[in-house]
């Protein structure tokens, strides 16, 4: 599925990770290799707005900061503050209930997920596709 991807010029891909520091730091490999790969995406990382002042330091991509979902109407708050992104690919990096939860409020062509090893709280159920290169053991 990267290689038809690939042709496409200006893709916008959406990274969610928003929060848990050391699972932020660790995507950031992810993302900067997905720019070196990859220099004609569009990449937003959606992450919790606590992380956001690292990352702009730490990362040449788009940031797009949010408050991590706590009830529903900070989903529909989240909804609002990313309405003017309409990704091509969303890489749903994080599978914690509360953060599925947000996907079906992301507009987004083509979600993938992590690979079943490391689904939890029914991350299948909110993503088109699995990537089983990525997250396995």
Known sequence: MISSCERKKNLVVGVVKLSAMGDVIWTIPLVRSLMQHFPQWNIV????????????????????????PKGLRSYFQIRKKLKHYHFDLLLCAQTSLRINL????????????????????????????????????
């Open 45 to 68: 990382w959606i992450v919790d707005e606590f992380y956001a002042p690292l990352l702009r330091r730490s990362i040449q991509c788009k940031i797009a900061s949010v408050k991590r």
């Open 102 to 137: 947000l996907y079906p409020f992301i507009r987004a062509k083509n979600k993938w997920g992590l690979n079943p090893e490391r689904h939890r709280d029914g991350h299948a159920l909110f993503v088109h596709a699995i990537c089983k290169g990525i997250g396995g053991r």
